[in-house]
């Protein structure tokens, strides 16, 4: 028998298990942690009981009922990605990783419905054809493999308890209570019914829930002759108002600070606590755990590298070995034991991999894509928690208001958080009409009620006030909904603020132009007030973080990293010893003025030597193929009727016959097409080229301009004035982006006109309006929250 237990709250769960003595349950949970919760809610009540999560107990079940090598046959989702994947490849079909990943996540949706071919095939209707071409095979493959996965122990479990050749030992007449499943799949409910032929299944759910079910939810779809429905609940009364702190937004932290919180259980109005959300709060003597991510980072670098050499061709698996063996004995010499732990995941994957088939010697970029995949399934789940002892109050998220009682208690809720709005169907209409008529679907208006539920329980079981963001409740509907049968009383508080409202669209003055830099020009070009601030005003509000590396850090860093390793090794191949060492050098010494934690300087220095090891082979293949010299940071300065032209060339590489003016950016936001150089919109490369013409750095030999994306080499872009030699360029460093530019007289002859009109506007003008070239341009202006500034069109609109 299935027993519906209607509760007004989660302690009419506890006292109905203990009021109507029922012996030895087993409570299966949707997660170890709420199976946790319960064990230790038991244990408060001096009971204990069996908590388990749902994957453990179907496990159970399937290993007592002696299913033929259970263990042999089972693949959780990362090895089943990994067999498949093996089959796709060898079976010849395209190699496409994307298409191949949405076919299996597809197949593994439909599969919780059913594992009909008929059902899937007719799901399939709806999307396109090779995509259901794809996911069929899938399907058939598990199927001729008899391979047992998630959803087909659900419905195998479910068929055995259906038919007669139960082993005569096997249990009945037990009670499983299934607690606190948010949303049950089709596989799932159907396993549930057949349990409920020989055992006693509670399924306790929040009675507003439960009568507020559509035909679409999980609990109308249980067997009405097998069900029994129990009024479980005491009712209780809420509150008709609630006390509120409103603060303004972009102030919590701020607030916070005026409040003690001091025996207090925080509540942040999340579904989960991220590193930025804690930062928000006081944390000091607050008691938290929160997820925490340290390994993707190491993760993405170790396979970076391989992912890059496998874009050209495969590789066979001993060198990929070799390579991975040699970065693990590096990291034990290093310390990096996050690494080592990365890599060795990695090299189990891919052992497993081999061993699928004698075929597999090789591997491409595909099967890494799918082996990386897979690995980051396995990678540690870790939490961060404050371990200073002595706590005042205790930090939690939405998900476990049900485990404080009888607190002091407040609940925030700001904007910068995910919210209470649950996730919605993903199906087009006739998906969605076609799979709620064979089980049920997932719902947000049902997760919300549940979460109501809940949030009610919180307010009937402690002393609350809220925390509101001024304006969120007109943006958010789910929390207006959630809050809505409550006065939310405002509460005064210590926050004050005495708004003064400040509006720039120009500024009257005048600038004397006595230097030029590029830099200096093309803020000019870029807007004139923000130019005059800047120059005229020395008003420049840049907000740096002790604690944090900044941009202009990262960029100075690698700058410097480039220029140091071609200093010791000015040429021959990439050493990669040296770059590690210099690297690290760098780096301590710029972090030396700053207060990095370890985390921050991981992340630091990974970027630092990602990205310069490319730019620095980037460099040597160029190099070998011109027989270039470089010179870094080149300085330039010339004085030309009245005015000292000065500037920094990144990198100045030069040969017989050849000039290459080289610049180092961290993005390629200032070249994302050839028409911002080609049409002198961002005009450094011209400053740096007609300096170079003027000093005659370059007389007769043929000149080549480009821009170097350190964050991903394939951006870097050439521009020249030889149309052959470009070809030969592209060719030989395999670029994608090169441009011809013309006559170099003619062009150089229209920047210069640019360049002269701007110095006679820079020393003539007597106001400086905000007049922005691109809105772009305000995205990065310390001023663009209080600057009355002109139109400007976006350029990418
Ligand atoms: S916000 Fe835009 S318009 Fe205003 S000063 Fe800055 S760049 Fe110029």
């Known amino acids: 028998m299935l027993n519906i237990l209607k509760i007004n709250q989660s302690k009419d769960f506890y006292r109905y ?74 079976l010849g079909k395209e190699k496409d990783y994307k298409k191949f990943k949405k076919a299996f996540n597809l197949f593994t949706e439909i599969r919780s419905f059913s ?49 007669q050749e139960l082993p005569v030992d096997y249990p009945k007449e037990r009670i499983i209570i299934f607690y606190n499943f948010e949303f049950l799949t089709g596989s799932q409910v159907d396993l549930l019914r057949s349990l409920s032929l020989r055992d006693h299944l509670y399924i306790p759910i929040f009675k507003n829930v439960y009568e507020g079910c559509t035909s679409l939810d999980w609990p109308s779809w249980f067997d009405q002759h097998n069900t029994q429905v129990i009024e479980a609940g005491q009712s209780f009364s809420l509150p008709e108002e609630l006390p509120t702190f409103f603060y303004p937004k972009g102030y919590l932290n701020k607030f916070l600070h005026t409040l003690s919180l001091k025996d207090q259980a925080l509540v942040l109005g999340s579904k989960d606590i991220n590193r930025s959300m804690l930062q928000e709060v006081p944390n000091r003597l607050i008691k938290y755990k929160a997820p925490l991510d340290i390994y993707s980072t190491q993760f993405l670098a170790v396979t970076k590298e391989i992912e890059e050499k496998l874009k050209l061709s495969s590789i066979p698996i001993h060198e990929i070995r070799d390579f991975l063996q040699a970065e693990v004995k590096q990291g034990i010499l290093d310390k990096k034991f996050l690494k080592i732990k990365c890599i060795l995941l990695l090299l189990n994957k891919i052992n497993y991999w081999a061993e699928l088939s004698d ?8 099967e890494f894509l799918l082996l ?76 919300l009620e549940i979460l109501k539920a809940k949030f009610h329980e919180y307010i009937h079981t402690n002393t609350v006030s809220l925390v509101l963001e001024e304006g969120l409740l007109e943006h958010d509907l789910a ?56 120059y005229g005003q020395r008003i420049n509000p840049l907000i740096e973080y002790q604690t944090e590396t900044s941009p202009i850090d990262m960029g100075v860093i690698e700058h410097e990293v480039i220029e140091v390793y071609f200093s010791h090794l000015p040429q021959g191949e990439f050493d990669a010893e040296l770059h590690q060492k210099v690297c690290i050098e760098v780096f301590q010494k710029h972090a030396q003025q700053k207060s990095y934690d370890q985390l921050e300087t991981e992340v630091g220095l990974l970027e630092v030597r990602t990205y310069t090891a490319q730019v620095i082979k980037f460099l040597i293949a160029l190099q070998s193929h011109y027989g270039l010299t470089y010179q870094f940071e080149k300085s330039i300065q010339l004085e030309k009727e009245g005015i000292q032209y000065e500037g920094m060339i990144d990198c100045f590489a030069e040969a017989d016959t050849k000039v290459f003016i080289l610049d180092f950016k961290r993005s390629n936001a200032s070249f994302r097409t050839f028409k911002m150089i080609e049409e002198f ?76 009109k701007a110095i006679q506007s820079i020393n003539s003008l007597k106001e400086f309006v905000a007049m922005p070239s691109d809105i772009k341009v305000c995205h990065f202006c310390g001023i663009n929250k209080i600057c009355a500034r002109e139109e400007a069109s976006d350029a990418s609109s």
């Not at 942690?33 to 319960?38: M, R, W």
Request: glycine content about 6%; aromatic content about 10%.
């Open 372 to 447: 990386k995949e897979a690995t980051s399934l396995d990678l540690p789940r870790l939490n961060l928690t404050n371990l200073k002892g002595q706590f005042e109050g205790e930090l939690y998220h939405l998900g476990q208001i049900e485990n404080i009682n009888h607190q002091q208690s407040l609940m925030v809720f700001s904007s910068h958080y995910q919210g209470v709005s649950m996730g919605g169907s993903r199906y087009t209409e006739n998906v969605e009409q076609y799979l709620g008529a064979i089980g049920p679907l997932r719902r947000s208006e049902f997760d």
């Open 681 to 756: 919109e961002q005009i450094q490369l011209w400053f740096y080229l007609s300096r170079i013409q003027e000093l005659g750095l370059a007389s007769n030999k043929e000149i080549v301009i480009g821009y170097i994306d350190l964050s991903n080499i394939e951006n870097t872009t050439f521009f020249g004035f030889d149309e052959d030699s470009l070809k030969d360029l592209k060719q030989a460093m395999s670029l994608s982006k090169v441009k011809y530019l013309g006559e170099l007289d003619e062009k150089l002859k229209h920047y210069a006109d640019i360049e002269h």
């Open 359 to 366: 075929d597999n010697i090789e591997i491409t970029h595909f």
């Open 479 to 534: 929390l207006n909904n959630m809050l809505e049968s409550f006065h939310l009383k405002n509460v005064p508080h210590a926050l004050t603020f005495s708004k003064t409202q400040y509006q720039f669209s120009s500024w009257q003055g005048e600038y004397q132009l006595k230097r030029l830099s590029a830099s200096k020009l093309q803020k000019f070009l870029d807007c004139q007030l923000k130019f005059y601030l800047q």
């Open 115 to 163: 594992l009909s071919e008929q059902v899937l095939a007719a799901v399939l209707e709806n999307y396109d054809e090779e995509l259901g071409e794809t996911v069929i095979w899938i399907h058939r493959f598990i199927d001729q493999l008899n391979i047992i996965d998630e959803h087909s122990s659900y419905f195998l479990l479910s068929e055995m308890l259906r038919g």
């Open 17 to 90: 298990v203990q009021e109507h003595n029922l012996i030895d349950p087993i409570v299966v949970c949707p997660n170890p942690t709420i199976a946790d919760q319960v064990r230790s809610q038991f244990l408060k009540m001096s009971s204990s009981v069996e908590s388990v999560t749902i994957a453990k107990f179907i496990r159970d079940q399937l290993m007592s009922l002696e299913v033929e090598e259970l263990s042999q046959r089972y693949r959780g989702k990362s090895e089943l990605m990994v067999i498949l994947g093996a089959i796709w490849a060898k």
